[in-house]
């Protein structure tokens, strides 16, 4: 055995573990007891609750028993590692860091968690930090195949780093050192010490090389030698894995195909998507090891221990261990295909499998299942990944916790072919290309792959699970597709399935996962001639049923793997005829996000979805080059009416490339009959599954039945979500068994009795059980703009009421249903701009950050009511209603906004980060349009309703989020459903409505069944003049506050001011000033001041009780008074009356 002197061998993990355990830490014994003398020294005497040094197994040897608390060292706290990550990302240079800090942590990470404080948040740190510092080693060794004079200088190294690098380097080092002995010619006095050197553990690696110029390159030489050294060598594979799909009606019986795979190729695992008796019996005693899947629909019958049990002895235990079955997994993508229902089943049909199996005798198969990517959020960029809310907490880290319990792998099929692009044909097939930058991790990735593996790595290790083993279940290119499937070709598979196979026997992992070997199944082993969709689906083969190769990838005996390919051009585009010129709009170029390449999306059933909810929309990342060309394309000769788009056309506005190249494609794609393949446009645009939400209010005399509105809704339109104010029994009965989400409210006034266990139990019990889970409710609400609306009293036990009514959720055995309250934006500061906003002090810390931390925990939404119709300003008419406009441009974030909504919903993303709850989910629980309003209520009407609600489906269907949360999709709640008669307040209120009692619509937003997406909106007629001198793009404020809001002159304020706003206000500006006029009821006392209040306030409430409509260029304020304590709007009273109430509140 080679001593640990040789700087070619590395120490192993377990090695330096026990190295680092002899470090000092400190302990707080909760006993007595003498000193230990010890070899390395004495330690103690230990007494109760006195802190004390010791080393670290001694700490943990002393934890594990109980007997004291660790301490952890000062470095690990999270202020620490936030500033030596924030350097790190800085520096070129590495931190000082304690030499074992990898080991250290990991101890006390495994043994003392609760005696860390922020464990996840300090975990996650020091994930960070290593990968940051691998990165930098990464670069060093590269400035060795760059530079002339090699020198590589690593200083501050930890035991980790120093250890991974070292065999490695030294042997590339002393390559060239050899090399240069031969070639080099020394320069006059310098002569190298060729006298072996000690290398110190954390000192530095570094030698100096001497040129000449050589007959070949020695920089050229050099780099081969280098790398060869770095990586393995690849003359020809080992083994390979891959999927066994029988969807064939050609294909050659299963004991051709094992004796096959055995004799003439290197396959030495396979999958196989059934559990076919044939295939398993064919490949006994061949070694070459199966995966087989249990059928979706076992699923819910696993459950049944029994029923699992005489599965295995039916299904596995025949053929096992003959057969070489290692991996059962339980379904293929289920949290894609599959209902409800049965997805929340299959962590426990996971777990009684696995039991049966040990019970059976068989301890060695493991159990999983394959995954599409659509369980992502997002994957761009990998660093910000997570998984999608609704499945993170509540199915994949149950199952994550199963695999690391069992050893078992996280199954996931990522087909970067599913996001081609021509664009980046490089960056998907493994050639030659620049690399994209993640400026989050600081990782440069060099294929989309390794992007989609590193988005499910950060998303296991936010859940906290990256420890977890991945497996690439799936994956493969396409050699041949139909017409409109260019990217389909011979070339395209075999650098794609080349470069993926080169890649796997590198060992090189991935840029956040470094020397990590990644199972991967090639997908698939045969094209397959009676697999449903394109030819594409037809066409993944390796090889032909006749057993040739469709191209070679170095998988038969004896191959060599092949070069991989030059870089090639991008693909050009199909040839496409030019119509006519027609007035387009310009072509913006977008600025680069952190990652350019597109994002594959995940895998698309090739089963249709119901009619009507299925849309074609530009993918986010498609540029305007391509969206142009497939303008071209589909307006000449494909049956699409493009007129509308056209200059004079009702949809020419916006004018964009992109907001035309959206009513075409989707015009397209809904003509030719819905089919996937006809949303494709070259990899430019995707189907998008979207169903509009709604909010269902009953304050009207005329409405349906719920019963008649249920079913409306299900059979006529494509809806599947709706809120109700209350808890409706009617209602919630009435959508049982309609597939129709809900989202009910408990009253404001049950807020004070939820603190009581027991009633929330007896309420869950009355109201919920009954109807759940035949009524799909998803969340209940807690009240409505509590903190706003209520007392003190109230809102301050709010978050304990949504913590017991969930903790009586539980209990009751029902724990799918989600708990949140919807909040005004009141809650909000006043800026002009998203990014200076932050909540209100007075409801920050003590309402909202417990309230975000349960909604964490709870994976709950954090639901919000953003009405940018309560901000109308003539002046800014197209930036509320989703039109063309200039945009309004936030100076600290440097992002351009177009529309209103993006602006408040980033402001409420901002106030949430500023207290460290980015993470948690907004949902929209109310916005909307009124389509008819009073004589003075110039905002509200058909048109601008249209305008508005369409532009907010439109940019919801697109999931392109905002511009601080970009392609996050936020769920919306429109107002409402239908209007409502006898609704209180003015004519506006009662209008809102999509539908009328009748079930006729209002206007046309695009819901019906059968629709097509909602068009683009005609230019506005130009806005009307206005009078208010306004902040220029005031953030939004809530709906009517009922009578809690009023506009008051500030002390400070002069007469001068004062009569200057009674001078304007009072001309034009629609205030009824008489009442202040000499022989008016208010005109005593006369004063300016007593008038202004009355003028001030008056106008203040006519205009929608905004903010900035309270400030008269600084002299007013807004107060919060209720002097009476009555739920009624200042506005509904005489003025008499009010004067008479605001002379209550000064004295």
């Given at each position: 055995?080679?001593?640990?002197?040789?700087?070619?061998?590395?120490?192993?993990?377990?090695?330096?573990?026990?190295?680092?355990?002899?470090?000092?830490?400190?302990?707080?014994?909760?006993?007595?007891?003498?000193?230990?003398?010890?070899?390395?020294?004495?330690?103690?005497?230990?007494?109760?609750?006195?802190?004390?040094?010791?080393?670290?197994?001694?700490?943990?040897?002393?934890?594990?028993?109980?007997?004291?608390?660790?301490?952890?060292?000062?470095?690990?706290?999270?202020?620490?590692?936030?500033?030596?990550?924030?350097?790190?990302?800085?520096?070129?240079?590495?931190?000082?860091?304690?030499?074992?800090?990898?080991?250290?942590?990991?101890?006390?990470?495994?043994?003392?968690?609760?005696?860390?404080?922020?464990?996840?948040?300090?975990?996650?740190?020091?994930?960070?930090?290593?990968?940051?510092?691998?990165?930098?080693?990464?670069?060093?060794?590269?400035?060795?195949?760059?530079?002339?004079?090699?020198?590589?200088?690593?200083?501050?190294?930890?035991?980790?780093?120093?250890?991974?690098?070292?065999?490695?380097?030294?042997?590339?080092?002393?390559?060239?050192?050899?090399?240069?002995?031969?070639?080099?010619?020394?320069?006059?006095?310098?002569?190298?010490?060729?006298?072996?050197?000690?290398?110190?553990?954390?000192?530095?690696?570094?030698?100096?090389?001497?040129?000449?110029?050589?007959?070949?390159?020695?920089?050229?030489?050099?780099?081969?030698?280098?790398?060869?050294?770095?990586?393995?060598?690849?003359?020809?594979?080992?083994?390979?894995?891959?999927?066994?799909?029988?969807?064939?009606?050609?294909?050659?019986?299963?004991?051709?195909?094992?004796?096959?795979?055995?004799?003439?190729?290197?396959?030495?695992?396979?999958?196989?998507?059934?559990?076919?008796?044939?295939?398993?019996?064919?490949?006994?005693?061949?070694?070459?090891?199966?995966?087989?899947?249990?059928?979706?629909?076992?699923?819910?019958?696993?459950?049944?221990?029994?029923?699992?049990?005489?599965?295995?002895?039916?299904?596995?235990?025949?053929?096992?261990?003959?057969?070489?079955?290692?991996?059962?997994?339980?379904?293929?993508?289920?949290?894609?295909?599959?209902?409800?229902?049965?997805?929340?089943?299959?962590?426990?049909?996971?777990?009684?499998?696995?039991?049966?199996?040990?019970?059976?005798?068989?301890?060695?198969?493991?159990?999983?299942?394959?995954?599409?990517?659509?369980?992502?959020?997002?994957?761009?960029?990998?660093?910000?990944?997570?998984?999608?809310?609704?499945?993170?907490?509540?199915?994949?880290?149950?199952?994550?916790?199963?695999?690391?319990?069992?050893?078992?792998?996280?199954?996931?099929?990522?087909?970067?072919?599913?996001?081609?692009?021509?664009?980046?044909?490089?960056?998907?097939?493994?050639?030659?290309?620049?690399?994209?930058?993640?400026?989050?991790?600081?990782?440069?990735?060099?294929?989309?792959?390794?992007?989609?593996?590193?988005?499910?790595?950060?998303?296991?290790?936010?859940?906290?699970?990256?420890?977890?083993?991945?497996?690439?279940?799936?994956?493969?290119?396409?050699?041949?597709?139909?017409?409109?499937?260019?990217?389909?070709?011979?070339?395209?598979?075999?650098?794609?399935?080349?470069?993926?196979?080169?890649?796997?026997?590198?060992?090189?992992?991935?840029?956040?996962?470094?020397?990590?070997?990644?199972?991967?199944?090639?997908?698939?082993?045969?094209?397959?001639?009676?697999?449903?969709?394109?030819?594409?689906?037809?066409?993944?083969?390796?090889?032909?049923?006749d057993f040739t190769p469709v191209y070679n990838i170095g998988i038969?005996?004896?191959?060599?793997l092949l070069p991989i390919p030059q870089p090639s051009k991008p693909?050009?585009?199909?040839?496409?005829?030019?119509?006519?010129?027609?007035?387009?709009?310009?072509?913006?170029?977008?600025?680069?996000?952190?990652?350019?390449?597109?994002?594959?999306?995940?895998?698309?059933?090739?089963?249709?979805?119901?009619?009507?909810?299925?849309?074609?929309?530009?993918?986010?990342?498609?540029?305007?080059?391509?969206?142009?060309?497939?303008?071209?394309?589909?307006?000449?000769?494909?049956?699409?009416?493009?007129?509308?788009?056209?200059?004079?056309?009702?949809?020419?506005?916006?004018?964009?490339?992109?907001?035309?190249?959206?009513?075409?494609?989707?015009?397209?794609?809904?003509?030719?009959?819905?089919?996937?393949?006809?949303?494709?446009?070259?990899?430019?645009?995707?189907?998008?599954?979207?169903?509009?939400?709604?909010?269902?209010?009953?304050?009207?005399?005329?409405?349906?039945?719920?019963?008649?509105?249920?079913?409306?809704?299900?059979?006529?339109?494509?809806?599947?979500?709706?809120?109700?104010?209350?808890?409706?029994?009617?209602?919630?009965?009435?959508?049982?068994?309609?597939?129709?989400?809900?989202?009910?409210?408990?009253?404001?006034?049950?807020?004070?009795?939820?603190l009581d266990i027991g009633y929330a139990k007896s309420y869950v019990?009355?109201?919920?059980?009954?109807?759940?889970?035949?009524?799909?409710?998803?969340?209940?609400?807690?009240?409505?703009?509590?903190?706003?609306?209520?007392?003190?009293?109230?809102?301050?036990?709010?978050?304990?009421?949504?913590?017991?009514?969930?903790?009586?959720?539980?209990?009751?055995?029902?724990?799918?249903?989600?708990?949140?309250?919807?909040?005004?934006?009141?809650?909000?500061?006043?800026?002009?701009?998203?990014?200076?906003?932050?909540?209100?002090?007075?409801?920050?810390?003590?309402?909202?950050?417990?309230?975000?931390?349960?909604?964490?925990?709870?994976?709950?939404?954090?639901?919000?009511?953003?009405?940018?119709?309560?901000?109308?300003?003539?002046?800014?008419?197209?930036?509320?209603?989703?039109?063309?406009?200039?945009?309004?441009?936030?100076?600290?974030?440097?992002?351009?906004?177009?529309?209103?909504?993006?602006?408040?919903?980033?402001?409420?993303?901002?106030?949430?980060?500023?207290?460290?709850?980015?993470?948690?989910?907004?949902?929209?629980?109310?916005?909307?349009?009124?389509?008819?309003?009073?004589?003075?209520?110039?905002?509200?009407?058909?048109?601008?309703?249209?305008?508005?609600?369409?532009?907010?489906?439109?940019?919801?269907?697109?999931?392109?989020?905002?511009?601080?949360?970009?392609?996050?999709?936020?769920?919306?709640?429109?107002?409402?459903?239908?209007?409502?008669?006898?609704?209180?307040?003015?004519?506006?209120?009662?209008?809102?409505?999509?539908?009328?009692?009748?079930?006729?619509?209002?206007?046309?937003?695009?819901?019906?069944?059968?629709?097509?997406?909602?068009?683009?909106?005609?230019?506005?007629?130009?806005?009307?003049?206005?009078?208010?001198?306004?902040?220029?793009?005031?953030?939004?404020?809530?709906?009517?506050?009922?009578?809690?809001?009023?506009?008051?002159?500030?002390?400070?304020?002069?007469?001068?001011?004062?009569?200057?706003?009674?001078?304007?206000?009072?001309?034009?500006?629609?205030?009824?000033?008489?009442?202040?006029?000499?022989?008016?009821?208010?005109?005593?006392?006369?004063?300016?001041?007593?008038?202004?209040?009355?003028?001030?306030?008056?106008?203040?409430?006519?205009?929608?009780?905004?903010?900035?409509?309270?400030?008269?260029?600084?002299?007013?304020?807004?107060?919060?008074?209720?002097?009476?304590?009555?739920?009624?709007?200042?506005?509904?009273?005489?003025?008499?009356?009010?004067?008479?109430?605001?002379?209550?509140?000064?004295?």
């Open positions: 055995m080679a001593s640990q002197s040789d700087n070619s061998v590395a120490f192993s993990a377990a090695e330096l573990e026990f190295l680092a355990e002899d470090e000092m830490v400190e302990i707080v014994p909760n006993m007595r007891m003498e000193p230990l003398n010890l070899i390395s020294g004495d330690f103690g005497p230990f007494r109760p609750q006195i802190a004390a040094q010791v080393p670290l197994w001694l700490a943990v040897a002393l934890k594990k028993r109980g007997k004291c608390t660790i301490r952890p060292p000062e470095w690990m706290s999270v202020e620490k590692l936030t500033q030596v990550l924030e350097a790190e990302r800085d520096s070129e240079k590495f931190q000082l860091l304690p030499f074992h800090y990898v080991e250290i942590s990991r101890l006390l990470f495994d043994h003392a968690r609760e005696d860390i404080p922020d464990i996840y948040m300090v975990r996650s740190l020091i994930e960070d930090i290593k990968d940051v510092r691998f990165h930098k080693i990464g670069t060093g060794l590269e400035i060795i195949s760059k530079e002339v004079t090699y020198a590589l200088r690593l200083k501050n190294l930890s035991a980790m780093e120093a250890n991974i690098v070292r065999p490695f380097v030294t042997k590339a080092l002393q390559t060239f050192h050899k090399l240069n002995t031969t070639e080099a010619i020394p320069e006059s006095g310098s002569i190298p010490n060729r006298q072996r050197q000690a290398v110190n553990q954390r000192d530095k690696f570094k030698l100096r090389v001497y040129q000449k110029q050589p007959p070949l390159s020695l920089r050229d030489r050099g780099k081969e030698i280098l790398w060869l050294s770095l990586l393995p060598e690849i003359s020809g594979l080992s083994s390979c894995s891959v999927n066994y799909g029988t969807l064939g009606n050609n294909l050659p019986p299963p004991s051709q195909v094992a004796q096959f795979l055995k004799d003439k190729t290197i396959i030495d695992k396979i999958k196989i998507f059934d559990v076919n008796p044939d295939i398993l019996k064919a490949f006994a005693n061949t070694n070459i090891s199966v995966t087989v899947t249990v059928p979706n629909g076992e699923i819910p019958k696993l459950l049944d221990i029994g029923y699992a049990k005489s599965y295995v002895e039916a299904n596995i235990k025949p053929f096992y261990p003959q057969t070489k079955i290692d991996v059962i997994a339980v379904g293929n993508e289920i949290l894609h295909w599959e209902t409800p229902e049965v997805q929340n089943k299959l962590v426990g049909a996971m777990r009684t499998l696995y039991q049966a199996l040990t019970q059976s005798g068989i301890n060695t198969i493991k159990v999983s299942t394959p995954h599409s990517l659509g369980i992502l959020l997002s994957s761009n960029p990998p660093s910000l990944a997570k998984f999608r809310p609704g499945w993170d907490v509540t199915i994949l880290a149950p199952m994550l916790q199963f695999l690391r319990e069992t050893k078992g792998p996280f199954m996931v099929n990522p087909y970067p072919y599913f996001g081609y692009n021509p664009e980046q044909v490089d960056f998907l097939l493994f050639k030659q290309n620049k690399g994209v930058f993640d400026k989050f991790s600081r990782r440069t990735y060099s294929n989309m792959f390794d992007v989609l593996l590193d988005a499910v790595f950060m998303s296991m290790k936010r859940l906290g699970y990256d420890d977890v083993d991945i497996v690439a279940a799936e994956t493969g290119w396409p050699s041949f597709g139909e017409s409109f499937e260019p990217q389909c070709t011979v070339d395209n598979a075999a650098s794609y399935n080349g470069g993926l196979v080169r890649k796997i026997v590198s060992g090189i992992g991935s840029p956040l996962m470094p020397h990590r070997k990644i199972e991967t199944y090639l997908f698939g082993l045969f094209n397959e001639n009676t697999k449903p969709g394109s030819n594409a689906e037809r066409n993944f083969g390796l090889f032909r049923p038969m005996k004896g191959q060599q693909l050009p585009q199909p040839a496409l005829p030019q119509p006519k010129p027609q007035p387009r709009g310009p072509i913006p170029v977008a600025k680069p996000g952190p990652i350019d390449p597109a994002q594959p999306a995940p895998r698309l059933p090739t089963k249709p979805g119901p009619m009507g909810k299925k849309f074609c929309m530009p993918k986010p990342q498609a540029t305007d080059a391509q969206l142009q060309a497939s303008l071209d394309w589909a307006c000449t000769n494909q049956g699409v009416d493009c007129g509308p788009v056209q200059a004079g056309g009702p949809c020419f506005n916006p004018n964009t490339v992109r907001s035309h190249a959206a009513y075409v494609m989707n015009s397209y794609y809904q003509i030719k009959g819905k089919n996937d393949f006809n949303c494709d446009f070259s990899g430019s645009a995707a189907i998008v599954f979207a169903d509009p939400s709604v909010n269902y209010g009953t304050l009207g005399n005329n409405l349906p039945s719920p019963s008649q509105v249920a079913q409306f809704i299900k059979n006529k339109t494509i809806i599947d979500k709706i809120k109700i104010f209350d808890m409706n029994l009617d209602i919630i009965r009435a959508f049982a068994n309609t597939n129709i989400s809900i989202t009910v409210t408990v009253p404001n006034g049950e807020i004070p009795k939820m019990e009355a109201n919920i059980k009954p109807f759940y889970p035949q009524t799909k409710i998803d969340i209940v609400a807690i009240g409505n703009e509590v903190i706003l609306l209520e007392k003190e009293e109230i809102y301050m036990k709010l978050v304990q009421a949504m913590k017991t009514l969930y903790q009586a959720l539980i209990q009751c055995g029902i724990n799918t249903i989600k708990v949140s309250t919807p909040n005004a934006l009141g809650i909000l500061s006043k800026s002009k701009i998203p990014s200076m906003v932050k909540f209100r002090h007075e409801w920050d810390h003590s309402i909202l950050v417990p309230m975000l931390q349960f909604l964490r925990e709870t994976n709950g939404p954090f639901m919000v009511n953003p009405y940018p119709y309560f901000v109308y300003d003539p002046k800014q008419v197209d930036f509320i209603l989703f039109r063309q406009n200039k945009g309004v441009f936030d100076r600290f974030t440097k992002k351009l906004y177009t529309n209103m909504f993006d602006m408040i919903l980033d402001a409420v993303y901002i106030s949430m980060k500023k207290i460290g709850y980015e993470d948690v989910e907004i949902m929209v629980s109310e916005t909307g349009w009124s389509s008819l309003g009073e004589n003075f209520e110039k905002k509200c009407g058909v048109e601008n309703a249209i305008s508005y609600n369409r532009g907010l489906i439109r940019k919801y269907f697109s999931s392109e989020g905002t511009p601080l949360m970009p392609n996050r999709k936020i769920e919306i709640y429109i107002f409402s459903l239908f209007n409502e008669n006898i609704k209180k307040g003015n004519a506006s209120e009662r209008n809102f409505g999509l539908f009328r009692p009748d079930f006729t619509q209002v206007y046309d937003i695009g819901i019906m069944k059968g629709e097509t997406l909602p068009l683009p909106m005609p230019m506005p007629p130009k806005p009307q003049p206005s009078g208010p001198r306004l902040p220029a793009h005031p953030l939004p404020k809530p709906a009517d506050l009922m009578g809690r809001k009023f506009c008051r002159p500030k002390e400070d304020s002069t007469d001068a001011q004062l009569q200057a706003n009674l001078d304007w206000a009072c001309t034009n500006q629609s205030v009824d000033c008489g009442p202040v006029q000499a022989g008016g009821p208010c005109f005593g006392p006369n004063t300016v001041r007593s008038h202004a209040a009355f003028v001030m306030n008056s106008y203040y409430q006519i205009k929608g009780k905004n903010d900035f409509n309270c400030d008269f260029l600084g002299s007013g304020v807004i107060d919060f008074a209720d002097p009476i304590k009555l739920l009624i709007s200042p506005l509904f009273l005489s003025a008499k009356e009010f004067y008479a109430i605001r002379i209550e509140a000064n004295s």
